[in-house]
T-cell receptor, first 108, second 115 residues
Framework: DAKTTQPPSMDCAEGRAANLPCNHSTISGNEYVYWYRQIHSQGPQYIIHGLKNNETNEMASLIITEDRKSSTLILPHATLRDTAVYYCIVRVESKLTFGTGTRLQVTL | DGGITQSPKYLFRKEGQNVTLSCEQNLNHDAMYWYRQDPGQGLRLIYYSQIVNDFQKGDIAEGYSVSREKKESFPLTVTSAQKNPTAFYLC??????????????FGAGSRLTVL
């Protein structure tokens, strides 16, 4: 099973870029990397996913290393509303398995 | 708007009582999932269903039961056999997975407290 490792917490100043790392060294060739976030007591929200190439959407950018063993989620201009727990997930068969994620605190 | 509706949002029950949590989706998704979340923890998969009338156990299925009689609905019953049922329960849905990417859409959750 591919599993992920994330730092438990990070801080970021408002307006600066937030770079959230994720290690998934056992990922297999056809497994996607997904990022979700969860604001306190709400359901997780999908952010972005990728396989090999870097991806960007209106919320964030995803940078995946060439060997696919790690990735970084980038929030280019963090705001207070980005304070949340961010989950990096790799599919295991037909289900997504969540770890404990990174708690991002955006401060003034 | 398409989405997932979970009800009730808050539920209090006495120990030993069975409880059923509702999950309904109008996204025309084939697959549905139930996760449990404890304070400060990540999500753990309870049950999932890829198609109607079929479901599989997740990582923590003991003390829970589900049914999938309709595509739109995937109710979860927390039975008296579940030793520590107080938790935040999340329902999700997705298209039928055949390889490739599969994005989950989540409901707002149901918070169960057993007194």
């Amino acid at each position: 099973d591919a599993k992920t490792t994330q730092p438990p917490s990070m801080d970021c100043a408002e307006g600066r870029a937030a770079n959230l790392p994720c290690n998934h060294s056992t990922i297999s060739g056809n497994e996607y990397v997904y990022w979700y976030r969860q604001i306190h007591s709400q359901g997780p929200q999908y952010i972005i996913h990728g396989l090999k190439n870097n991806e960007t959407n209106e919320m964030a950018s995803l940078i995946i290393t060439e060997d696919r063993k790690s990735s970084t989620l980038i929030l280019p201009h963090a705001t207070l509303r980005d304070t949340a727990v961010y989950y990096c997930i790799v599919r295991v068969e037909s289900k997504l398995t969540f770890g404990t994620g990174t708690r991002l605190q955006v401060t003034l | 708007d398409g989405g997932i509706t979970q009800s009730p949002k808050y539920l209090f029950r006495k120990e030993g009582q069975n409880v059923t949590l509702s999950c309904e989706q109008n996204l025309n998704h084939d697959a549905m999932y139930w996760y449990r979340q404890d304070p400060g923890q990540g999500l753990r998969l309870i049950y999932y269903s890829q198609i109607v009338n079929d479901f599989q156990k997740g990582d923590i299925a003991e003390g829970y039961s589900v049914s999938r009689e309709k595509k739109e609905s995937f109710p979860l019953t927390v039975t008296s056999a579940q030793k520590n049922p107080t938790a935040f329960y999340l329902c999700a849905s997705s298209i039928f997975w055949q390889g490739g990417a599969n994005v989950l859409t989540f409901g707002a959750g149901s918070r169960l407290t057993v007194l």
